[in-house]
Antibody
Framework: QVQLQESGPGLLRPSETLSLTCTVS??????????WNWIRQPPGEGLEWIGG???????FYNPSLQSRVTISLDTSTNRFSLKVRSLTAADTAVYYC???????????????WGQGTLVTVSS | DIVMTQSPDSLAVSLGERATITCKSS????????????LGWYQQKPGQPPKVLIY???TRESGVPDRFSGSGSGTDFTLTISSLQAEDVAVYFC?????????FGQGTKVEIK
């Protein structure tokens, strides 16, 4: 059973850079069937897709965040990562990593999620 | 971006009664190559991540009770809980995965009346 787990700092200051890692177990980020995504949810609000990365390291970003975001894949550690630069209070949210289902069969829904990690941006 | 609009924002239903949530997309999410709608429904309970209930608009994920069903095509979709149970209290989101950026509805909170 695939499991995902986010890790990273919980409190950052405005203008700093957020770095989060998602560790995948029970499956390989190098599989040519799956894409790996980041989604965030401000407290009490809805879900916002940040972006994703394929097994071939092709990245896809939400245009609303693209100028500040980088997503990368590390096959040696079976992890993928998120960086968000120039943080403001509006970036305060629970950040989730999630697997997108089998690309080749059209199962592109988000079928496995991490538990999420709360990131607070405050001075 | 494809805008996803859910209604209602919240609803209260008696135990054992039917709950119906609608989701409308600003563009069609029907992928003709495989004749599937690229629309998913997720359930989120407090303090938990979302969990997929339905994909391709009407296919139940493995292990999801059959009281959950999805219908619709193109731009108009419905999630139905046929007989509400106490454990179904949650927020429900629709999501399109037809075109980037993936987008979600604003969520519908389901409570017990």
């Amino acid at each position: 059973q695939v499991q995902l787990q986010e890790s990273g700092p919980g409190l950052l200051r405005p203008s700093e850079t957020l770095s989060l890692t998602c560790t995948v177990s029970g499956g390989s980020v190098n599989s040519n069937s799956y894409y790996w995504n980041w989604i965030r949810q401000p407290p009490g609000e809805g879900l916002e897709w940040i972006g994703g990365v394929s097994y071939s390291r092709t990245t896809f970003y939400n245009p609303s965040l693209q100028s500040r975001v980088t997503i990368s894949l590390d096959t040696s550690t079976n992890r993928f990562s998120l960086k968000v630069r120039s943080l403001t209070a509006a970036d305060t949210a629970v950040y989730y990593c999630a697997r997108e289902g089998d690309f080749w069969t059209g199962h592109r829904h988000l079928d496995h999620w991490g538990q999420g990690t709360l990131v607070t941006v405050s001075s | 971006d494809i805008v996803m609009t859910q209604s209602p924002d919240s609803l209260a239903v008696s135990l054992g009664e039917r709950a119906t949530i609608t989701c409308k997309s600003s563009e069609s999410v029907f992928y003709s190559a495989i004749s599937k709608n690229y629309l998913g429904w997720y359930q989120q309970k407090p303090g938990q991540p979302p969990k997929v209930l339905i994909y391709w608009a009407s296919t139940r994920e493995s292990g999801v009770p059959d009281r959950f069903s999805g219908s619709g095509s193109g731009t108009d979709f419905t999630l139905t809980i046929s007989s509400l149970q106490a454990e179904d209290v949650a927020v429900y989101f629709c999501q399109q995965y037809y075109s980037y950026p993936w987008t979600f509805g604003q969520g519908t909170k389901v409570e017990i009346k």
